[in-house]
């Protein structure tokens, strides 16, 4: 493209071809040099054309910033668009202070009073970064708008995921309060059931003693003994402790201290009962026998414990709760109750000797019936004689 071609606003038409502007002249070469159009060199002819402006003479302020941040998105390295060029970008930044300069050399003051004026109106242009990426959001350096972006993106998935755990709150209260209607449902039921027969049973109770059938009842006219094992209870409390077991309620602690005491019960019978077979200086084979029956009781113990350490979590008093069980302890009590159990074997051993000897005694005692049959045939053979 040859640097002699001149642009005349009202006499020339041009055209783009690719990156390239081309004038194409109507006038003769005479008239184009009594033109009084200023002069202009290729580099500023370059950078109108960097800016894709369509006329160097035409171009207001405005159009020139719009080119320029329109350029500006394209070839920016910080962009993140597939056409960022530093090159091209240095080259639009050039163009574009080159091309402000010229203009603010041509400019007439009443084109400058009214560029002012549009921009008061239009507002001053905002950077160029503004619209290059994190969806115009932040401010500052690249850098500072990123991690503001990264913030944002932060508590809107946190927003997402409030209302999504919100929303599956909502759906299941709603599908419990189906079930406990249903529940209220089914119960109001079993309460008309219960009701009609507690009627039927009390008319029943009625007719049976207007016909005169507890009549001849061995308790008759006499006090109910209902708490003959306890005469201090309370008969409230009775009455709703019997209610709550007879409906089969217990509280979890009492039905595991339940079975805390029956598992130490069979595990101290089986310690009690192993050391009672073995003698108490026991033999190398028995010994071997007793650290087995140890070895088991201890898996035991272990077990025991964990349901010790369940129960204390539960119990509802701090002095109700209990100690862990030791092997060593178990075993010194099987022991001591072995001993104690041949004290006791070898004192009842001792009261049966003893008993039986005074069973033999009294035995001796007793005096010997005399043989009247043999004396009586003995006198009558005296008297033929």
Not at 63 to 82: F, T
Not at 236 to 255: A, C, E, F, K, S
Not at 277 to 296: H, I, N, V, Y
Not at 349 to 367: I, T, Y
């Amino acid at each position: 493209m040859s640097c002699t071609f001149h642009l005349l606003a009202s006499h020339s038409d041009f055209f783009y071809h690719g990156r390239f502007l081309l004038v194409l002249s109507r006038q003769p070469l005479w008239l184009r040099a009594l033109s009084s159009s200023p002069q202009i060199s290729c580099s500023l002819r370059e950078s109108y054309r960097l800016l894709q402006l369509p006329d160097e003479g035409h171009s207001s302020a405005m159009q020139v910033k719009e080119a320029y941040l329109r350029l500006a998105k394209l070839y920016h390295p910080d962009s993140g668009a597939p056409t960022a060029n530093a090159v091209l970008f240095a080259q639009v930044e050039e163009a574009y202070r080159a091309v402000l300069a010229h203009q603010s050399k041509t400019r007439r003051p009443d084109e400058g009073k009214e560029v002012e004026d549009e921009d008061k109106i239009r507002g001053a242009a905002l950077q160029h970064r503004h619209y290059l990426s994190y969806e115009g959001m932040g401010s500052g350096t690249p850098s500072q708008r990123k991690r503001q972006y990264q913030q944002i993106r932060v508590d809107r998935a946190s927003e997402q995921v409030l209302n999504y755990w919100q929303r599956e709150h909502e759906r299941a209260a709603a599908a419990e309060g189906a079930l406990v209607e249903r529940d209220v449902r089914q119960r109001s039921q079993k309460i008309k059931i219960t009701q009609a027969v507690e009627r039927l049973v009390e008319d029943l109770i009625q007719e049976s003693m207007a016909r005169g059938d507890f009549r001849n009842l061995s308790g008759a006219g006499k006090p109910l003994n209902k708490f003959e094992h306890n005469p201090y209870a309370d008969p409230m409390t009775h009455n709703l402790n019997r209610i709550l077991i007879d409906n089969g309620y217990q509280p979890p602690w009492v039905i595991t201290q339940r079975d805390i005491r029956e598992t130490t019960a069979q595990i101290r019978s089986r310690l009690l009962e192993g050391r009672t077979r073995f003698g108490d200086p026991m033999t190398p084979k028995e010994q071997s026998q007793w650290e087995q029956l140890c070895a088991s009781v201890e898996e035991d113990l272990v077990k025991l414990n964990k349901m010790v350490d369940n129960y204390n979590l539960i119990v509802p008093m701090l002095n109700m709760q209990m100690v862990h069980f030791s092997l060593s302890r178990e075993t010194d009590r099987a022991a001591k109750g072995a001993r104690q159990h041949r004290l006791d074997q070898q004192a009842e051993r001792e009261k049966d000797r003893q008993r039986r000897k005074e069973e033999k005694k009294r035995a001796n005692a007793v005096p010997k019936p005399k043989n009247t049959k043999r004396g009586m045939m003995s006198w009558i053979q005296n008297w033929l004689r």
